[in-house]
């Protein structure tokens, strides 16, 4: 199974709009985080986990020509906003887009992309098609997906459990029958947005701490704010077996 991270940034992303920090005016392109996605490739199937306002560019920039689904985590903008331009792959494979979430979240997306849902639509909408999913394990396209319910502030967001990967985004609490669901895997991704305490993210410690009991063989950190620091700066002071992940950064896991 291959991963791609198409976005690793907050949801104002990395530049910051009208800020002059060190990081904001960091030439370092791993300082540079769009709005927070990852690309799904196992067998022959290409699935995309969340599609936020910069998925356009995202799809673009790794060249992806394919898509069998995407599966929402939540149903906040800077992770649903971009979710018109499936239709580039509508027009490409000449079918619906499969899209997997709770009911909030399918809802969510029928208010904001009402046109995509009209009974009588107007030519050239976005062709979707919605699968609801609960906390309980569903497949998308032959591919096993287990939910992780964690916590967004008070708001229940899906993280998801695909073979020996976790990806876990927008959490600042995970309940103890959730975190069973974690153990034992080989590459956990988790947010970390900052070093101060946030009422609904992770900091970098708490997510450190996480990635200490969980102890997989790697951890990544995304959905980083410019208020964590450089990349080159927080990554001299993290274990051997934690990273920042960066836009652009690809994983393998064997025999997942």
Same mark, same amino acid.
């Given at each position: 199974?291959?991963?791609?991270?198409?976005?690793?940034? $907050?949801?104002?992303?990395?530049?910051?709009?009208?800020? @002059?920090?060190?990081?904001?005016?960091?030439?370092?392109?791993?300082?540079?985080?769009?709005?927070?996605?990852?690309?799904?490739?196992?067998?022959?199937?290409?699935?995309?986990?969340?599609?936020?306002?910069?998925?356009?560019?995202?799809?673009?920039?790794?060249?992806?020509?394919?898509?069998?689904?995407?599966?929402?985590?939540?149903?906040?903008?800077?992770?649903?906003?971009?979710?018109?331009?499936?239709?580039?792959?509508?027009?490409?494979?000449?079918?619906?887009?499969?899209?997997?979430? $709770?009911?909030?979240?399918?809802?969510?997306?029928?208010?904001?992309?009402?046109?995509?849902?009209?009974?009588?639509?107007?030519?050239?909408?976005?062709?979707?098609?919605?699968?609801?999913?609960? @906390?309980?394990?569903?497949?998308?396209?032959?591919?096993?997906?287990?939910?992780?319910?964690?916590?967004?502030?008070?708001?229940?967001?899906?993280?998801?459990?695909?073979?020996?990967?976790?990806?876990?985004?927008?959490?600042?609490?995970?309940?103890?029958?959730?975190?069973?669901?974690?153990?034992?895997?080989?590459?956990?991704?988790?947010?970390?947005?900052?070093?101060?305490?946030?009422?609904?993210?992770?900091?970098?410690?708490?997510?450190?701490?996480?990635?200490?009991?969980?102890?997989?063989?790697?951890?990544?950190?995304?959905?980083?704010?410019?208020?964590?620091?450089?990349?080159?700066?927080?990554?001299?002071?993290?274990?051997?077996?934690?990273?920042?992940?960066?836009?652009?950064?690809?994983?393998?896991?064997?025999?997942?």
């Amino acid at each position: 199974m291959r991963i791609t991270f198409l976005g690793t940034g $907050t949801s104002q992303g990395v530049p910051v709009i009208a800020c @002059n920090c060190e990081v904001c005016a960091s030439l370092d392109f791993r300082d540079k985080r769009l709005r927070t996605s990852i690309h799904i490739e196992t067998g022959n199937k290409s699935i995309v986990i969340d599609t936020g306002p910069d998925f356009r560019q995202q799809m673009l920039r790794a060249r992806i020509d394919h898509l069998d689904a995407v599966v929402f985590t939540h149903e906040h903008k800077d992770h649903t906003a971009g979710l018109d331009d499936v239709r580039a792959f509508n027009f490409r494979q000449g079918g619906d887009m499969p899209i997997y979430g $709770t009911d909030r979240v399918i809802q969510q997306l029928k208010k904001e992309f009402g046109y995509a849902f009209a009974e009588k639509k107007y030519p050239g909408v976005p062709r979707i098609k919605t699968i609801e999913i609960r @906390n309980e394990a569903f497949s998308v396209e032959g591919v096993n997906f287990l939910p992780v319910e964690v916590l967004h502030y008070k708001l229940p967001v899906f993280g998801f459990r695909v073979g020996d990967f976790t990806y876990i985004t927008d959490a600042n609490a995970i309940p103890a029958e959730e975190f069973e669901k974690i153990r034992n895997t080989r590459v956990l991704v988790l947010n970390a947005l900052q070093k101060e305490s946030h009422i609904s993210h992770f900091t970098l410690e708490e997510a450190l701490e996480i990635a200490r009991e969980v102890n997989a063989e790697k951890t990544y950190f995304t959905h980083i704010s410019h208020r964590l620091g450089t990349h080159h700066e927080i990554s001299a002071d993290l274990p051997a077996n934690v990273e920042l992940a960066y836009d652009g950064l690809t994983i393998e896991i064997d025999g997942a």
